[in-house]
T-cell receptor
Framework: GAGVSQTPSNKVTEKGKYVELRCDPI?????LYWYRQSLGQGPEFLIY????????DSGLPNDRFFAVRPEGSVSTLKIQRTERGDSAVYLC???????????FGQGTRLTVV | GEDVEQSLFLSVREGDSSVINCTYT??????LYWYKQEPGAGLQLLTY?????DMKQDQRLTVLLNKKDKHLSLRIADTQTGDSAIYFC????????FGTGTRLQVFP
C-alpha cells in the first residue's frame, strides 16, 4: 500500500480480555516500530523490529505485551489481560532501514473499559 | 539517559513567526526530527537535521541545533492557521525518543 496501515482504527475491549493490533508497513521497509501515545503525551517507544527479529523490545511495559513479525512484513502487537491503563493510541511506523525516515500509521485507539 | 523536553503551549498571531524549542539529554543522537500531529491524525515528519549540522532551512521552516547546549528549535515563518497542531521533537539514538509535544495555536 501507499502508507502504513493499522487495523482496527478503534478497539474497545473489556478489562481482562486479549487484543491484537495489526500493522501493515510500507512494502520493502525492513524496520518497523511500535509506539504508544497516551492522552497529552508524546509517543512512547515499545519495540523495534529489523526484519523478522525484535532488535529492541526494551519499551514493552511488562510481559502482558508481546509483538511478532513472522515474515518481516506485517506485525501484530498482542496484549493479554488488558487493563484500563493500557488505554492509548498505539502507533506503528516503518522505515526503509534503521535511521531513514520513519512513516507513521494513523494508529489504533484502544479503550479498555 | 534519554529525556526530551518541550514547552507545552505556544500561541501566535497569523503571519508572525513561531519558535518551538526542545532540549534533549543524550549527546549520542545521530538525527533530530520535528513531527507535526493534527487532531485525529498520525504523525507527519516535517523536517530533520543531522547531528553534525547547526542549521537547516526548508521553505518556511528553519531548524537550529546547538549541540553544546543540547537545544533544538523549529522556526515557522509566516505562521498560518493551518499550522495549528502539536509539534514533537524526537532524537534518534538506537530508536526514536519523542518529546512531550508543543501545542501551537494560531489566531487571526
Amino acid at each position: 500500500g501507499a502508507g502504513v496501515s493499522q487495523t482496527p482504527s478503534n478497539k474497545v475491549t473489556e478489562k481482562g480480555k486479549y487484543v491484537e493490533l495489526r500493522c501493515d508497513p510500507i512494502s520493502g521497509h525492513t524496520a518497523l516500530y511500535w509506539y504508544r501515545q497516551s492522552l497529552g503525551q508524546g509517543p512512547e517507544f515499545l519495540i523495534y523490529f529489523q526484519g523478522t527479529g525484535a532488535a529492541d523490545d526494551s519499551g514493552l511495559p511488562n510481559d502482558r505485551f508481546f509483538a511478532v513479525r513472522p515474515e518481516g512484513s506485517v506485525s501484530t502487537l498482542k496484549i493479554q489481560r488488558t487493563e484500563r491503563g493500557d488505554s492509548a493510541v498505539y502507533l506503528c511506523a516503518s522505515s526503509l532501514n534503521w535511521g531513514s525516515e520513519a512513516f507513521f500509521g494513523q494508529g489504533t485507539r484502544l479503550t479498555v473499559v | 539517559g534519554e529525556d526530551v523536553e518541550q514547552s507545552l503551549f505556544l500561541s501566535v498571531r497569523e503571519g508572525d513567526s513561531s519558535v518551538i524549542n526542545c532540549t534533549y539529554t543524550d549527546s549520542s543522537s545521530t538525527y533530530l526530527y520535528w513531527y507535526k500531529q493534527e487532531p485525529g491524525a498520525g504523525l507527519q515528519l516535517l523536517t530533520y537535521i543531522f547531528s553534525n549540522m547547526d542549521m537547516k532551512q526548508d521553505q518556511r521552516l528553519t531548524v537550529l541545533l546547538n549541540k553544546k547546549d543540547k537545544h533544538l528549535s523549529l522556526r515557522i515563518a509566516d505562521t498560518q492557521t493551518g499550522d495549528s497542531a502539536i509539534y514533537f521533537c524526537a532524537e534518534l539514538i538506537d530508536k526514536l525518543i519523542f518529546g512531550t509535544g508543543t501545542r501551537l495555536q494560531v489566531f487571526p
